[in-house]
């Protein structure tokens, strides 16, 4: 990969909670270059797709507060979560089609938690960012998962 080609920005993002619902926290880890930021935070009382979710959010939004810094525009994602990345990429388009119903005709679980991902996700796209959402098995020595779990 040619030095141009590369990201402008690799994150890793994580959540976890003990019990489901129960004490949980969300990590993430950017690395642009050489620089590198950690961000993580947590809840009394949530569920393990409410961390990956929030993980994502916040280290996107912390993107969006970086733009003017940011040369090029290529963010590259990386979460172990199937939910997560399955939601942004697929499955939020039917669901703002049905007006925040799944295909069973119910509410979208988490759906303030979508509706702020959408919210970033569109706003760093109208700035001309391009995202790309990758998945990376958990708990297999991959060192910024490792490092967000």
Request: net charge neutral; proline share 2%.
């Amino acid at each position: 990969m040619s030095e141009a080609a590369k990201p402008e920005v690799v994150i890793y993002t994580d959540g976890a909670c003990s019990g489901n619902p129960g004490p949980g926290g969300w990590g993430a880890v950017l690395k642009s270059g050489a620089h590198e930021k950690h961000l993580h935070g947590g809840e009394k009382l949530t569920t393990n797709n409410r961390m990956e979710l929030t993980g994502a959010i916040e280290a996107l939004r912390f993107c969006l507060s970086q733009n003017a810094k940011m040369k090029n525009k290529s963010i590259l994602i990386f979460t172990d979560s199937v939910y997560v990345i399955k939601g942004i990429t697929q499955w939020i388009f039917g669901w703002k089609r049905r007006g925040w119903k799944n295909a069973e005709n119910q509410e979208v679980s988490n759906q303030e938690l979508w509706v702020e991902l959408d919210q970033v996700v569109n706003q760093l796209k109208a700035k001309g960012y391009e995202l790309t959402w990758s998945f990376v098995k958990g708990h297999a020595g991959i060192e910024g998962n490792e490092r967000c779990d």
